[in-house]
Nanobody, 116 residues
Framework: QVQLVESGGGLVQPGGSLRLSCAAS????????MRWYRQAPGKERESIAT????????DYADSVKGRFTISRDNAKNMVYLQMNSLKPEDTAVYYC?????????WGQGTQVTVSS
């Protein structure tokens, strides 16, 4: 049974930082590229950061490039998102998933709120 459990969200002031974690289980983690998504209220879920299966190749949406860093630990089946210089427009629920034609069932996500 595939499980994706996101954590690390919270309330942070503009300019602050957070580190999100995603614990994956039930599938061959190292066989898949992994991706972070976010969904803001009233908006569609969007892809923001992708990391390849190995060697750490990454890609970012323009909205987070230079501020967010995705990483993974294949030994622990974990993927991370370091978020710096946070802005109010980063407020959303953040999710992780494998890169595949049909995503695994979504986890509960972790809420990030950027507000003063």
């Amino acid at each position: 049974q595939v499980q994706l459990v996101e954590s690390g969200g919270g309330l942070v002031q503009p300019g602050g930082s957070l580190r999100l974690s995603c614990a994956a289980s039930g599938f061959s983690f190292s066989s898949y590229a992994m991706r972070w998504y976010r969904q803001a209220p009233g908006k569609e879920r969007e892809s923001i950061a992708t990391i390849a299966r190995a060697y750490g190749s990454t890609d970012y949406a323009d909205s987070v490039k230079g501020r967010f860093t995705i990483s993974r630990d294949n030994a622990k089946n974990m993927v991370y998102l370091q978020m710096n210089s946070l802005k109010p427009e980063d407020t959303a629920v953040y999710y992780c998933n494998a890169v595949r034609s049909v995503p695994w069932a979504w986890g509960q996500g972790t809420q990030v709120t950027v507000s003063s």
